[in-house]
């Protein structure tokens, strides 16, 4: 008989995480290397041709640099666009911007630093944005390190686990909790990591600003205030204290014997979803649930044709996807798919080795047509779906329109969108419900789990953008842009 | 033994990368980037259409999941991520 094993998926997660963590690092040394290796190139004098300041509309309206200057190299006269190699344009550098156009007027001469073994390759402002790649590199390294402690737990966590696992007495094993105990711990871990995560997210967004600004050595570079970055250690300080007590408040929902978090899911099954063990909740003990036919699948050893052509198919079509993206946005460089391309292959690893458990809901003969069942069954559910998604696809065609044509939502249409689109999500609830009761009384099967969920969803978002284009028309009508 | 309760499933996976190509589409449409948004859009198509081909070679599951419930919370989440990205794009345009 074979031991049971712990699940690997959470060392998977970590190992997902470290590659993450350490592929953002590659990615930036690599970029920083490359910069600064254009402090070393030649320098030739060249003259401005072009040079403007160009407002670019939209949703993230920023100033950017159109320069265009040329050059003389070994007899070529060469001509480029490139300000530098962090920013080609210096597209939202503010500042840099608005100083580098005034500095560099048509017709003015410039240093040109030209790569000796591309010459058509060349930018005016040589170098790198040492900030922004050390910023992204210490974020690489933070996922990392996370990572590294995480496994490394779990790693001292595992012989403890597999021996309560292999333990002849596991079913039979019981502890005694209290669920106050453990709706207390969940509760405070949950509500420390809103509050210690928000606390995170304002004081680094705060303090980071400056890192987002460009080289503080370039004319008309943003100077951090004085207390700036000390605002962002006191807000990362307040917030690990925040989760720290969040976790310190966790461990009373702990199971004693593997130290796994026990939420309110076990009322339910009344057992430690870590180590099996029977918990006894306040004296009295869970009823046993009915045992399932569901074998619990093994981890993948080997190689299954089958599955290997599943899971490669099923992750070639994000990683291209993300490949696309890549190339509509030059500034970010290829590093990011690169990323993408790791991250969705490790996951496609993941998914190949650890098959899920079937849900219980999850018919075994799915598909297959059932004798005698008549196919018209089917089609009220789709109607249904049909029904839920018209107010969203509405909406959704005006809003893509707006979008093509790069305009915004006036006053009157924000009014409409704000009456119209909850009335229309009211209407939509009550013809379903009218159908979902028809349907009930007529003994018709019932509609699949993602019919009423969407309808939940919809009532999600739908509140959330009612509430939100509500505030744009307060905003408009209070005078502000 | 790997359960799917507490980990990312293929379907879950499958409707970030829906919500993403809805989130995508937006960006692309307000860049004007006619092709790159076909492209896009008709790989999230493919993907979906790769889900259905191996679904019915192996009764309607694809990795252990219906094939029905990719589709299911794929559209929904494809449309989210239209919705948001384009109120986005429609309120800060």
Sequence with gaps: MNAKQPSPAIKLVYVVGLLFGIGIIWWQATQLQREKASLQWPVVTGKILASELVYVPGRSSHYRADITYNYLVNGTRNTSHQISLWSSDLSSYGGITRAFVANHTNGSPVNVYYDPEHPEAAVLIPGADEKMDWLLMGMGGFCALTSIGGLIARLRKEPRLRALLSDPAAETRTIAMHKADIIRGSNALGVSILLGGFTFVLSAAYSAIPYFSGPSNLPGAMVPAPGQWLAGVVGAIVAFFIVRYGIRQAHRAECPLCGNFTNKAAFKTGRCEGCGTRIIFDGVPVPAAPPTDTPRPEVIRGFQKDRFIDVAGFMAFPILFACLCNAAETRTGPGLAVLMTILFSVMGGVFYFCPQTMDDKTPATAGMAKAGEPEEKTQPHWLDFGIILTPPVILLSYLLYLVWFNQALDTRSLVAIVIGFPLGLVAITYICKYRFIRDEKAKAPKPPAYVPLTLIALWLGGTLITVLFLACLAFKLMGHK | ?93
């Design chain 2, 1 to 93: 033994m790997a359960n799917s309760r507490n980990q990312l499933s293929p379907p879950v996976f499958q409707c970030f990368f829906s919500l993403g190509a809805g989130a995508a589409a937006v960006w692309l449409l307000y860049r004007h980037q006619v092709w790159l948004l076909a492209a896009t859009q008709a790989i999230w198509l493919l993907s979906l259409a790769f889900i259905h081909v191996r679904a019915k070679k192996n009764r309607g599951l694809f990795l252990e999941a219906d094939a029905a419930t990719y589709f299911g919370f794929c559209l929904p989440f494809y449309l989210m991520g239209l919705l948001l990205a384009a109120c986005a794009g429609t309120i800060f345009a």
